[in-house]
């Protein structure tokens, strides 16, 4: 098989745009001290910092689920009056940067804020400084990723197979659950995935929101910046940790990015 | 014609001559805390100094410590605690001897009127007050936590944040009750906090040491402004923000 | 038992106005070219398709009237749909597939299995049952869509084109197999198709349908041996005149007159096969009585046939066998005499 070879004009900036994502990990790499990575790793704070964030980007992707399926069907399927604004909107979180996000999410849901001051003197409930403020901080930014790819799956599928299950006499909820839901499967699972990863690597939003405190809120992310002042090199560790994570989901999504089955 | 000072001793002259041989411009890293009154000392050291150029980074401590030890181009570091500056100096970053430079206090910052009525330290633990605090690393939240074991007041914060500053910010949001700060901090934030006062005997006096940073480029520029900063020019400045004096 | 429908609809560029009724005692296909609505049509009776004004009526039930408004969603008719594409779902097994509208409909998932198992055999494919649409035949998955659509025991059969997705040499062997099963189904059958040979093979009726209008209806000898339109004269291969007939004539819309044994009066259709019709290269003498000169525009060969186009005062299409071709020495741009005898113009009222 004869392979064409690839033009310098192409190669050249190809390989420094290459570099420039693979020196930070080298980066990470060589600088971590290994042989206090079990200390660093097992540490209380560490776990702990660990189990939250496990805890809240897994919530923030159900959220992210039950919530965003339903608004990405609306986008793809319904014609209603507003309907770019309000896709814009919900997709705004992904350009924003991310504290941002935390001081709009503060001043909606803060003590003080629009539906936030009616929850606390309606129910007592605060959101800021609590693990669920962490799950909003983070389903926030996330969502948007989970929303785009739901939706141009559903745009991207067939839709002659919706009409032949009512043809077969399925209820529309049959029809969404036993024929399109499948059909985008790998739309649905890429969206969770990158959902999850992305609330997994949130910061801005998060400390903003719902501030830090072991245990409650102080996510990795978190705690990693704070390590940085205290304890630098075990900061290397657990950041090498939190980019090897997101670098083996992303690798095991391969291709199936934005897209249909 | 006054001979304009090139790195010269505390500064006796009160006004200098517009006139000034000082050129380049130099990056000062300075406690959160120092926010407002740097910025003023920077604006008239200018004044004396039109050929020189003052930039400021503000964060937490330790924050500025570890940019600083990573390789950011910083030319004086002014930090709120001896111990991040003693930090500093162990690690071979700063050079001449850091001097002490001003000092404050803590105070209680709530809400303007007070509305969950604060009046002590052990009043933070009261239930339905959110209190934070700054994280045990940023000099303030380790003061704080000084000051409440002298009062015996055991309360837990609701946040560690990562400078004086964004505990104001709390604050004025309305997000947190109460927090422990220094006095400037309220003084700068003017009418969109309140301040209630700290016995002197559960009190915490801060230091705030400064310092020439090692391998800077325009060394007589950062020696002059730590010469203004320790000059009375400068620290008449530094007290119409609410520090104490330097001794 | 049957079906009514009136249906009127705008979907595009096509404007369609039909009415039908379908006993259950006869196969129906809807015959007509590519564009001529045919889909539309099926579609909207199974009411996947909005009309602005009609009804659909089955079995005396009313499924959709625009004038009260009523509308029996499409889930709820019970109606079996062979999709032209079969659209077999291909997440799921063949098994799966089959049983698929009987799980809709509420059947325990042990019977429904059971009964998909039955069809399958019935259709040839039991052994398939566990393997995926994707690694079917085009020929087996044209049997998988139909026993899905079968399984639940429909009233009404709709097939879309059922064997256009199939090759040539399939295509003749799954014909047989359909008309076996429509001819075992005990509910009212409609089938679409563009094939002149697929709807005489499978169908008892015909409706003709062109630009979403009727054609001509009738059993496939009646539309073949007296077609109503150019375009089914076309499928069928004869040449089709329409005028006043007058004692013995047929005048034409130009003014020709042509000699019919057997015009009486009225308005008539006039068929002449092109068997009948001889080409000469000069003016030939005779008894014929239609007699006129023309052009050879075109010439095509057709098996041991050769069919040639003659424009002129009358167009016609004349058959002649290559030898005789030959020694005509014509080419396509000749000039030539055509011939038919009056005898051999079949008329009947339009």
Partial sequence: MRRERVPIVVLVPAAIGAAFFILPLLGLIVRSPWGDAFTALTAPETVEALKLSLLASLSATAVGLVLGVPLAWMYARVEFPGRDWLRALTTLPMVLPPVVGGIALLLAFGRRGLFGSWLDSTFGITLPFTTAGVVMAETFVAMPFLILTVEAGLRSMDRRYEEAARALGASRWRVFTRVTLPLIGPSLFAGAVLCWARALGEFGATITFAGNFPGVTQTMPLAVYLLLETNQEASFILSLVLLLISLVVLVGLRDRWLGSA | MLLAACGGTGGTASSSPTSSSLSGYINVFAAASLTASFNALGISFHQAHPGVGVNFNFAGTPTLLAQIEQGAPADVFASADTTNMGKLTADGYTAGTSKIFARNQLEIVVAPGNPKGIKRLADLAKSGVIYISEAPTVPAGKYSLQALASAGVKVTPKSLETSVTAVISKIELGEADAGIVYTTDIQAAGSKVQGVQIPAANNVIATYPIVAVKGTKYSDVANAFIDYVLSSTGQSTLETFGFLSAS | ?350
Avoid: C
């Fill in chain 3, 1 to 350: 038992m049957s079906l009514e429908a009136s249906i009127r609809l705008t979907l595009g560029p096509l404007n369609l106005e039909m009415a039908l009724t379908i006993d259950e005692d006869e196969v129906v296909a809807l015959l007509g070219p590519n564009g001529a609505g045919k889909t539309t049509l099926l579609r909207a009776i199974a009411g996947l398709v909005p009309f602005r004004s009609g009804h659909v009526t089955l079995d005396g039930k009313v499924l959709e009237d625009t004038a009260t408004g009523q509308y029996v969603p499409t889930e709820r008719r019970p109606i079996g749909f062979v999709f032209q594409d079969y659209l077999l779902f291909p997440h799921l097994s063949v098994l799966d597939n089959v049983a698929f509208g009987l799980r809709s409909r509420g059947t325990p998932r042990r019977a429904a299995a059971d009964r998909a198992v039955q069809w399958l055999d019935r259709v040839g494919l039991k052994s398939y049952a566990r393997a995926k649409p994707s690694e079917l035949s085009g020929g087996q998955r044209q049997r998988v869509a139909l026993a899905r659509a079968l399984a639940p025991d429909p009233r009404l059969l709709l097939l879309d084109e059922p064997l256009a997705a199939l090759d040539v040499t399939t295509r003749a062997e799954v014909r047989r197999d359909l008309r076996h099963h429509l001819a075992s189904f005990q509910g009212i059958r409609l089938l679409v198709t563009h094939d002149p040979l697929e709807a005489v093979a499978l169908a008892d009726r015909l409706i003709v349908m062109e630009a979403g209008h009727l054609v001509q209806t009738g059993t496939s000898a009646e539309v073949t041996e007296r077609p109503r339109s150019q375009y089914v004269a076309d499928l069928v291969g004869v040449n089709l005149l329409r005028g006043a007939a007058d004692r013995g004539s047929v005048q034409l819309v130009g003014g020709t007159a042509v000699a019919a044994a057997g015009a009486e009066s009225g308005d008539v259709f006039a068929v002449i096969h092109p068997r009948a019709v001889s080409i000469y290269r000069s003016r030939p003498e005779g008894s014929p009585r239609n007699v006129w000169p023309g052009r050879a525009s075109n010439i095509e060969l057709m098996g041991n046939r050769v069919r040639v186009r003659i424009e002129g005062e009358v167009p016609i299409v004349a058959e002649v066998t290559p030898a005789a071709l030959k020694d005509l020495e014509l080419v396509e741009g000749g000039e030539v005499w055509l011939s038919f005898k009056a005898t051999d113009v079949m008329v009947y009222p339009a």
